[in-house]
């Protein structure tokens, strides 16, 4: 690995706020906060869980519409907050800039307030 690439890990994996890749609607790289947020492993998110698994009933349009414009160039990104459900049910606040690179795909950071 390149010093740029260990100095940019080393920050995502430390971060305070849940940080992600989404590529094809599934989770490919989730840092160890987003786990926490929502109380999965990365094992349990990363190729398997979709964003609407994430993402409470009532908000997934939103969501969804959100993403799909992203995706398609509309807007590049957003800062909007939804209800999640965590991996035990709970439903909590999360709330974060949503960006996309082209080159990635959607992503983002998100915190949790529960």
Not at 13 to 26: A, F, K, T
Not at 28 to 48: A, D, H, M, S, T
Not at 96 to 106: A, E, N
């Amino acid at each position: 690995m390149h010093d740029t690439e260990i100095h940019f890990r080393t920050l995502v994996e430390q971060s305070l706020v849940g940080i992600y890749l989404i590529q094809d609607n599934y989770f490919r790289y989730v840092n160890p906060q987003f786990c926490e947020i929502f109380g999965y492993r990365e094992n349990e998110i990363l190729g398997k869980l979709t964003v609407e698994d994430l993402v409470a009933e009532s908000d997934r349009k939103l969501v969804t519409d959100n993403l799909s414009r992203r995706q398609e160039g509309k807007i590049k990104e957003a800062h909007y907050s939804f209800n999640g459900v965590r991996k035990d049910g709970a439903i909590i606040n999360v709330e974060g800039p949503w960006h996309t690179d082209h080159r990635y795909g959607p992503a983002g950071s998100a915190g949790g307030i529960t």
